[in-house]
């Protein structure tokens, strides 16, 4: 733990180049808990739902490429028992349908909007170029929509002169020149994205490659997918809005895959879990019944060696790919639980074995160990709140002010200091994690990440190389109402 002296030393540099401190944060957890108005579902009674996996097309003006089409459009679900939900869904579900690419295989993404506000998607984790990424102002308007300012409330809006918009369409193109990770994709409006993923707009999107293949680990409907987001209800069914909770909404309901604490049937054998953490604020420690999680893989794909946990903290946005083995405990149920809040995630109902001839090796793939002596440039980064809203640097997100112009194919080593807890997002680079209040990188921090949860009070070190493309993207708080409430910045690749 870093001392106080230790820790007004790293913000003494920090200030010396010219940053504002931060208000030393508390230790409690981020955000406002929005209570529902209905009775909360009895826990365990709900089936786990498999969102389904599209089949990849061909498009004349994409020759090589798997092609998809997803419509976002409005539907109502029973998530509780007797009442519907209105939902922006990708496809007409809640996860959106998973898009499985392959690595090398260019991916291209229509998204047609049918919803009654913008879009603009961001496939998160997505090694792609600028007018892909899903820039919070490159807005995707429905055909009849009477376009104005929307931003969270109170929040005020910013013109873009660069911003590309389309209406009633955009493709989006994704060369997948990138290794096996577990991506996921989401709403990115600017002052909007809080209320976008809320009410629907997110979904996995998988890559896989040779190396993963080629290892023994679960597949087929032994890997399973798992996006977990907590939500609040009207007394009619409907989600309780989001938008007025500053510090970061927080839901009394958990949902996985949509349903609310459900529950899954499996076979006394390893499985592999994908767990994404796709709430606005909520982080969770995730904890088995005392079953241990093999770590396998991060945000980026495989770790190099596979890592032992107890728990797993997962921050907003955060992956994290673990192997769980139910083997002699068959006839039991073993629940996923969150330590930090004490109540449960779902439940586990464990059958007969399986012939099983999976493993988990104890070499899984190569990443080169980054070292700072590599970087050429260091930046400073403080994330904090201010009298009315959260910012970077003391500044309001401004999407043609750039706070960083990386050079392309140059190290740089970012330094980032936190008021508050801060599930800090960039776009376009992996980033391995070089320090916490002075020392190692934390249990999680493992391997390739887009996504560093930052505690209270923290400074932390990430080097990152940016390669292949130009232009604009972004660093922010994946708290989404911090995101909208303007704690992002624009990046500007060189």
Not at 11 to 36: C, F, Q, R
Not at 167 to 190: E, I
Request: glycine share 10%; with cysteine.
């Amino acid at each position: 733990m870093i001392t106080r002296r230790q820790l007004l030393g790293y913000l003494g540099g920090v200030a010396a180049m010219g940053v504002g401190l931060p208000l030393l944060g508390g230790t409690t957890e981020p955000g406002t808990l929005i209570p529902s108005l209905l009775p909360l579902p009895t826990p365990f009674r709900a089936r786990l739902p498999i969102p389904r996996t599209l089949t990849p097309g061909r498009h004349p003006e994409h020759p090589g490429a798997d092609y998809y089409e997803i419509v976002d459009q409005v539907v109502a679900h029973e998530i509780i028992p007797g009442v519907k939900t209105r939902l922006w869904a990708p496809g007409g579900t809640f996860p959106g349908p998973t898009i499985v690419s392959r690595s090398g295989r260019p991916t291209v993404v229509r998204r047609i909007n049918r919803l009654p506000v913008p879009t603009v998607n961001h496939l998160h984790g997505g090694h792609v170029p600028a007018d892909s990424d899903g820039f919070p102002t490159d807005l995707v308007f429905p055909l009849d929509y009477e376009p104005e300012h929307e931003s969270m409330a109170g929040m005020p809006m910013v013109e873009d002169p660069s911003a590309v918009t389309t209406v009633g369409h955009r493709d989006y193109v994704y060369p997948m020149n990138q290794r096996a990770a577990t991506l996921w994709y989401h709403d990115h409006r600017m002052g909007a994205t809080g209320t976008d993923v809320w009410n629907g707009l997110a979904g996995f999107h998988l890559i896989r490659d040779d190396e993963e293949q080629a290892l023994p680990l679960p597949s087929g409907d032994r890997d399973i997918p798992l996006m977990v987001a907590d939500r609040s209800f009207n007394r009619d069914g409907s989600f309780r809005s989001p938008d007025t909770a500053m510090d970061g909404a927080l839901g009394d309901v958990i949902l996985v895959n949509g349903a609310p604490w459900p529950v899954a049937d499996v076979h006394a054998c390893r499985y592999r879990l994908r767990l994404l953490n796709a709430s606005n604020a909520r982080r969770y420690r995730f904890a088995l019944g005392g079953l241990p999680f093999v770590q396998i893989g991060s945000d980026g794909g495989l770790l190099e060696r596979p890592l032992t946990h107890s728990t797993v903290d997962v921050a907003p946005a955060e992956r994290f790919d673990v192997i769980v083995d139910f083997s002699g405990h068959q006839g039991r149920s073993v629940t996923l639980t969150d330590e930090l809040d004490g109540g449960p995630i779902m439940r586990f109902r464990v059958g007969d074995p399986l012939p099983d001839r999976t493993d988990v090796p104890d070499r899984l793939s190569e990443v080169p160990l980054l070292r700072r002596e590599q970087a050429a440039v260091i930046r400073e980064f403080a994330f904090q709140k201010g009298p009315r809203y959260w910012g970077i640097n003391g500044e309001l997100f401004d999407p043609t002010k750039p706070i960083a112009t990386p050079r392309l194919g140059e190290y740089e080593i970012w330094r980032l200091v936190t008021d508050f807890h801060h599930p800090v997002h960039l776009h376009l680079a992996q980033f391995q994690v070089l320090s916490r209040n002075g020392k190692g990188p934390g249990p999680a921090d493992a391997g390739w990440k887009d996504t560093i949860d930052l505690r209270p009070a923290e400074v932390a070190e990430i080097i990152v190389r940016f390669t292949d493309y130009r232009g604009r993207y972004v660093l922010h708080c994946h708290n989404l109402e911090h995101e909208d409430m303007a704690m992002m910045a624009l990046v500007t690749v060189v």
